[in-house]
């Protein structure tokens, strides 16, 4: 099966209210296209990566009461698990399709993604696109665009990894739901493997 692209219906499963009802079209509408992506463009990653890559679906088992605001596939370096680690995304909230590079607070790798913000700051604020964005919070579907940014913004970000447990960085693209492109699966993952290659070295400095 080839990977179709994402519908009206997919972003609208994050309107179902309730935690179950929305967990049941999630589970039977959404995360099988989820899966297919994880599959389809892991030798992608891998390749760029120089290692496995691993994707690992979110499955959003802690919840009890809040249904879901998002939901992704991630890709990771180890089989376990990614949130430990830098790892890629591709998700949609309600709004929109993220496309993702991050280092969330379960990763100690936030302190070695800090220094090289410090000291690559400037080179930063040059190689990555403009229309590419930044957040310090992966629950929120909001962020800054990367031309409202200064090289200052990202040492404060640094500063923000290196003191507040909490902290974590992303950054990449997002696709609002009324893309045409995001209903072209073949222009989709295009897409996509253009930001993780454009990702790759903020990716690789994390380590």
């Not at 179709?4 to 935690?19: I, K």
Request: hydrophobic share 35%; with cysteine; glycine share 6%.
């Amino acid at each position: 099966m080839t990977f179709q692209g994402f519908t009206s219906q997919d972003f609208d499963v994050f309107t179902v209210p309730g935690l179950e009802a929305r967990m049941e079209v999630l589970i039977s509408e959404l995360r099988p296209k989820l899966t297919e992506l994880g599959t389809t463009l892991t030798p992608y990653l891998s390749a760029i990566c120089g290692e496995e890559m691993y994707p690992h679906v979110a499955k959003h088992a802690r919840r009890t009461v809040n249904p879901p605001h998002d939901s992704w596939v991630a890709w990771g370096n180890s089989k376990r698990g990614y949130k430990a680690l830098p790892h890629f995304q591709v998700g949609l909230f309600s709004s929109h399709v993220f496309i993702i590079m991050a280092v969330i607070y379960e990763s100690s790798n936030k302190l070695i993604l800090a220094k090289y913000l410090k000291k690559h700051a400037d080179e930063l604020k040059k190689n990555i696109p403009d229309y590419f964005y930044w957040s310090m919070d992966h629950m929120d579907a909001g962020g800054t665009l990367h031309k409202d940014l200064s090289s200052t913004n990202f040492k404060e970000y640094a500063e923000k990894l290196q003191s507040v447990k909490k902290s974590e960085l992303l950054c990449g693209l997002r696709i609002e739901r009324e893309d045409p492109i995001l209903k072209d699966g073949t222009q989709l993952l295009e897409r996509i493997e253009q930001t993780f290659e454009t990702l790759l070295p903020l990716y690789k400095a994390s380590f």
